[in-house]
């Protein structure tokens, strides 16, 4: 199975900050690799897909980079409407698995 | 409006077995593949299962063989059968719409989930 890492697990920034997150694969997965944003009692909401291809209505302030093993999702300007739970997700081979996840919480 | 409607969570002992229903709507169901996906109170998101639009299957190890997903296209549904459940299954259960689409796939829609509980 792919084991996908993310870091950091909990992430503490202001209004304004830039922030990344990373994700990393245990194995390559090309640019099969999604990140979905989650906020409290509600269902996970897709972000990008193929590493750095934005969904429809996702803001530019967020961006996502890399191939093969190494993934980032960046926010440029963090919003109030952006702290939530954020997940990596590798669409390269069953099983599909997830990272384990990390939240974002107001400084 | 694409739309996805779980049902039939609960509480239900160890050992015992529950079926669950997504309700499908705004999308031609039968030409996408579907996906549940748990999550464990205070915890992250685990994959449970596909179902291909020519009805090919895939889980992992953790519910293989005592889950089974199923679709019926012409009432627009999905559905999982879990049998022996454990308190580990715990979870809410999310259905959700596979894509993919200019190199790369991506679950697109989730429905909001529908709470299983395996206690005694």
């Known amino acids: 199975d792919i084991q996908l890492t993310q870091s950091p697990s909990f992430l503490s920034a202001s209004v304004g900050d830039r922030v990344t997150i990373t994700c990393r694969a245990s194995?390559?997965?090309?640019?099969?690799l999604a990140w979905y944003q989650q906020k409290p009692g509600k269902a996970p909401k897709l972000l990008i897909y193929?590493?750095?291809t934005f969904q429809s209505g996702v803001p530019s302030r967020f961006s996502g980079s890399g191939s093969g093993t190494d993934f980032t999702l960046t926010i440029s300007s963090l919003q109030p409407e952006d702290f939530a739970t954020y997940y990596c997700?590798?669409?390269?081979?069953?099983?599909?698995?997830f990272g384990g996840g990390t939240k974002v919480e107001i400084k | 409006e694409v739309q996805l409607v779980e049902s039939g969570g609960g509480l239900v002992q160890p050992g015992g077995s529950l079926r669950l229903s997504c309700a499908a709507s705004?999308?031609?169901?039968?030409?996408?593949?579907m996906h549940w996906v748990r999550q464990a109170t205070g915890k992250g998101l685990e994959w449970v299962s596909i179902i291909g639009t020519a009805g090919d299957t895939f889980y992992p190890g953790s519910v293989k063989g005592r889950f089974t997903i199923s679709r019926e296209n012409a009432k627009n549904s999905l559905y999982l059968q879990m049998n022996s459940l454990r308190a580990g299954d715990t979870a809410v259960y999310y259905c959700a719409r596979g894509v993919c689409t200019n190199g790369g796939c991506s679950f697109d829609y989730w429905g909001q989930g529908t709470l299983v509980t395996v206690s005694s």
């Open positions: 705004g999308f031609t169901f039968s030409s996408y593949d």
């Open positions: 997700q590798q669409l390269n081979s069953y099983p599909l698995t």
């Open positions: 193929a590493a750095s």
């Open positions: 194995q390559g997965i090309s640019s099969y």
